[in-house]
């Protein structure tokens, strides 16, 4: 079966911290990958994918992660966290081919609270 | 470049009202999403169209749940008798034309419905 888990409900760090947010993916085969961040009150935004080749992706305002496909993961970090960091962060997959193909299927997401 | 836009922002029903929800996508996006997403999860897949054709409803509850986009613009989401699992916020996404399904999906801020 398809799953995408993130497996930290909510992570708390402090302002100019580093930062890991983690996402496994379970999938018949590699799938195209997503991070988004939802805001208080406003809609999903993407911080970055992947789809092939180098397997780390550079995303906004300094985000990146790392694909891995032996560990079928793909992290999300970030170097050093501002408060405005803060927002529910969602992992995403949508298959390359098949009966999916099209559709984002997301993980149940993690709040990052940064304190100030 | 106006984004997704959705209205309502907010609705709330007792059991056994139906309910509307509106999205106007990006002008010239050629696919449109709509998502459930349930509190404290993240959003799962209804239902999606190709200009006005439906390519996806297999998560759409079809005893209750209906969505049409019948110029492939403007999209309408209805729940014919709202139950109280109804309750979550639904959200509007679209896709530009052409592009492969790594693409971007623009997501509207959506509408928050809660079924008392």
């Known amino acids: 079966a398809q799953s995408v888990t993130q497996p930290d409900a909510r992570v708390t760090v402090s302002e100019g911290a580093s930062l890991q947010l983690r996402c496994k993916y379970s999938?018949?085969?590699?799938?195209?990958l997503f991070w988004y961040v939802q805001y208080p009150r406003q809609g999903l935004q993407m911080l970055l994918k992947?789809?092939?080749?180098?397997?780390v992706v550079q995303g906004v305002n300094g985000f990146e992660a790392e694909f891995s496909k032996s560990d079928s993961s793909f992290h999300l970090r970030k170097a050093s966290v501002h408060w405005s960091d803060s927002a529910v962060y969602f992992c995403a997959v949508s298959a390359k081919r098949g009966s999916a193909l099209g559709r984002l299927h997301f993980g149940a997401g993690t709040q990052l609270i940064v304190i100030p | 470049e106006a984004g997704v836009t959705q209205s309502p922002r907010y609705a709330v029903l007792q059991e056994g009202q139906a309910v509307s929800f509106w999205c106007d996508p990006i002008s010239g996006h050629d696919t449109l999403y709509w998502y459930q997403q349930p509190r404290d999860q993240g959003p799962q897949l209804l239902v999606y169209f190709r200009d006005e054709a439906v390519i996806d409803n297999s998560q759409l509850p079809s005893d209750r749940f209906s969505a049409v986009r019948p110029k492939g613009t403007n999209s309408t989401l209805k729940i014919q008798s709202a139950k109280q699992g109804d309750t979550a916020t639904y959200l509007c996404?679209?896709?530009?034309?052409?592009?492969?399904?790594?693409?971007?999906?623009?997501f509207g801020p959506g509408t928050r419905l809660t079924v008392l």
């Open positions: 999938y018949s085969a590699t799938p195209y």
């Open positions: 996404a679209s896709r530009g034309p052409g592009l492969g399904n790594y693409a971007e999906q623009f």
């Open positions: 992947y789809y092939s080749g180098d397997p």
